[in-house]
């Protein structure tokens, strides 16, 4: 009997000083992501939609001392408050599907709270430790290293 495959859920969020289209914006600027996301060493735009948003995009990283290749697909039927991913090729993951959503905050400032979601299953079996290093490294580049884009803008 196989086992069954254990998907990883993550969800965090954090306040962000820049309004939600800016969030938006840099979020979706896929081309950029090699130039403040660490791990990830390249990434291809497949399709577009008819306003210039991915529909389809490849992507190369630095995953667990390996390298990892995975296509996303995006829909963005909620854009600007959010968009979602989910993975429709990967080498070392069966499923990375996530979602940023964007509110602004009530203070009367340009603030945002950004709310990064990820749902993973691995393809080969790693220990814990390794699963939370590999989740410390994204959902640092989720929030931590995407507020300091984002407010850099």
Known sequence: MQPMPITEHTMVSEVVQAPL??????????????????????????????QGRPVRAAFQAEAMGRRTSYVL????????????????????????????????????????????ELDVELAVPLPGFVKRR????ILSAALDRFRSRVESV
């Open 73 to 116: 697909a995006y829909d963005y039927a909620d854009a600007p408050r959010s968009f979602r991913w989910q993975q429709v090729e990967g080498d070392l993951t069966r499923r990375l599907d996530g979602a940023y959503n964007f509110e602004p905050v009530d203070t009367g400032a340009d603030s945002t709270t950004v709310v990064y």
């Open 21 to 50: 289209e800016t969030c938006f914006a840099v979020a979706i600027d896929l081309a950029s992501y090699p130039s403040w996301v660490p791990a990830i060493t390249r990434v291809e735009v497949l399709e577009a939609d008819d």
């Open 134 to 137: 590999a989740e410390t490294k």
